[in-house]
Each structure stands twice: as structure tokens, then as C-alpha cells.
């Protein structure tokens, strides 16, 4: 079937169908590509890793005709942020305009990929399940992106324009430490597009995430006294003790407002433990959405 898709115009049901054959075809490539990247160590403080993976995506969205740079995090903490642009002169000034947008770091340590290599359970097209590293969050969404790209090529024909004014695919480095790296790179393209996507996987039911929850990431210090827990301990005054009243306070506020969540996630204190922790440290996340 010879499937030509025409900026404006509705999508008939014999190109979806084009469309879907095109992308059931891929799957082998899409869950090899999977693996590849599941195996690599790319926690957000891993930039090594992270930048194995802005390699790979760079020379992906090359291969598909996109234009692409690579921004580097100007404090060498994080990875690079990789933009592709695919434009289309003919459709200049009337649009659409499109910003996809998926990440390329996880939340986990180095050595997590070789500790939970990633494997698939079940028969592939009934109801298996792959699992890894990022497999969810977000390495499938950012295949997702890249693989979507590949079949409106390949029904449009390799050598035609994408059906957008522009279509730029920001790949981020630090999504999950708050994209401190990346942000200005994706509010520059946002200011100018129509609409965006990010490519972050769905409910569990397979709803769509339409919003998130704001975010606070609070950093709280306790002070107290240290002394010799076995001589003289009253001279002491525990920031262990005070700090863990405290996470219980904090987590008692789960619930007390609509939508408000609050959780300590890291409780770090004391040295030794036949000395008075004269000093502790929390950090708290709070989400909220309004």
C-alpha cells in the first residue's frame, strides 16, 4: 500500500492502518534498541552514561534527517541535552509547530543495569512484560519518540518533509533531578511551539497524563548537642531523636489538604554510634496540584 500524508488533511483509516504495520514491523528493532539502552548506566549523576545515550539518540535522529545539536551542561555535572529539528520550508508560517520531549537519565546508582540486566517475561504480543533499569521511566517513551518519527518517514516516503512547520525532539539529560541542566534549552523551543509532548509513559490503566503535580524539594538541618552516649548522655542533645518526631510530623500531613503529598525520602546522621548526633538532615519532597 503507497501511503501519502498530506499536511492539513485529515489521517484515513487506510494510512493508520499503514502506520500501525509500520510500527508492528519495528518491534524487534524497538525492543533491541530497548535492551541496548536499559543496559547502560545512566542515573542523572552518571553523565558518562547519560552521554552514551545522547551518542546513541544523536545518531538516531541524524539517520532520520533531523538537524541536531548537542548542548553541554556548562557545570560538567550532567550530560549534554540533544536537540533535533526537522523543518519544513513549505510550511513556513503555517505551522504546526511540535516539541516532543523524553529524558535519558534514570534514578538509579551505577552498577543498578548489571545488578537487573534487563529480560522480558511472557510471549511478545501476549501481555509480556519487559523489565530494567528505565524500561518504564523513560527509556521506552524516549524509543517511543524516535520509532513514531521513523514510521511517518517511512509512509511519507524518505526523501519528503515531515507534515510540521517544525518538529524538534529535545532528548534531557536531568529530568529527574528537576532538568536544571536542560530547562532553558526546552522553555527557548516551548516559547515557540503549538503544542508539546512528553513522551513519559502513561497511567497503568493506559489513561493519559494531561498534567503533574508541582513540585517543592525541601533541605531541612537539625542542630543539636553531641556527647558521649555512655558517660554522660545528658549533656547531649539528639538531632536523630528531634529529626525522626520530625519525619513522622511530616508524613502525618499526608491527606490534610486535597492532592497535597509529603514525604521524607533521605534522613542522613550521626558518626558513631556511642556519640550523641549533635546534627541531621532531611530531605523532603512536596507535591501539590495547586
Do not use: Q
Not at 501511503?3 to 500501525?20: M, N, Q, R, Y
Not at 545518531?59 to 532520520?64: F, H, K, R, S, T
Request: with cysteine; aromatic share 6%.
Amino acid at each position: 500500500m503507497n501511503t501519502a500524508i498530506v499536511p492539513g488533511a485529515a489521517v484515513d483509516a487506510d494510512e493508520l492502518e499503514a502506520l500501525s504495520g509500520a510500527v508492528a514491523a519495528a518491534l524487534p528493532a524497538y525492543l533491541a534498541d530497548l535492551e541496548r539502552l536499559v543496559s547502560i548506566d545512566c542515573g542523572s549523576y552518571t553523565p558518562k552514561g547519560v552521554n552514551e545515550v545522547a551518542t546513541w539518540v544523536a545518531a538516531e535522529m541524524a539517520g532520520l534527517g533531523a538537524s541536531v545539536e548537542r548542548r553541554a551542561d556548562p557545570s560538567g555535572r550532567f550530560g549534554d541535552t540533544v536537540i533535533g529539528t526537522w523543518s519544513n520550508p513549505a510550511l513556513a508560517g503555517r505551522g504546526p509547530r511540535l516539541l516532543l520531549i523524553g529524558h535519558m537519565d534514570t534514578v538509579f546508582e551505577e552498577g543498578t543495569a548489571a545488578r537487573r540486566p534487563f529480560r522480558i517475561e511472557g510471549e511478545i504480543g501476549n501481555s509480556a512484560i519487559a523489565y530494567g533499569p528505565g524500561v518504564t521511566d523513560m527509556k521506552g517513551g524516549l524509543l517511543t519518540g524516535l520509532y513514531a518519527i521513523g514510521a511517518l518517514r517511512g509512509a511519507l516516503g524518505a526523501d519528503k518533509d515531515l507534515p510540521f512547520e517544525r518538529l524538534t525532539y529535545i532528548a534531557n539529560p536531568d529530568e529527574e533531578i528537576g532538568s536544571p541542566s536542560s530547562r532553558p534549552h526546552i522553555e527557548e523551543v516551548a516559547a515557540a511551539t503549538d503544542v508539546c509532548l512528553c513522551l513519559e509513559c502513561a497511567r497503568a490503566n493506559g489513561d493519559f497524563v494531561s498534567s503533574r503535580k508541582g513540585i517543592a524539594d525541601l533541605k531541612v538541618s537539625i542542630f543539636g548537642r553531641a556527647a558521649h552516649a555512655g558517660v554522660e548522655p545528658e549533656k547531649g542533645r539528639s538531632a536523630i531523636l528531634e529529626g525522626a518526631a520530625l519525619v513522622r510530623e511530616i508524613h502525618a500531613l499526608n491527606g490534610r489538604w486535597p492532592g497535597v503529598t509529603a514525604n521524607v525520602g533521605v534522613f542522613k546522621a550521626g558518626t558513631r554510634p556511642n556519640i550523641v548526633c549533635d546534627e541531621a538532615r532531611l530531605e523532603v519532597d512536596v507535591r501539590a496540584t495547586s
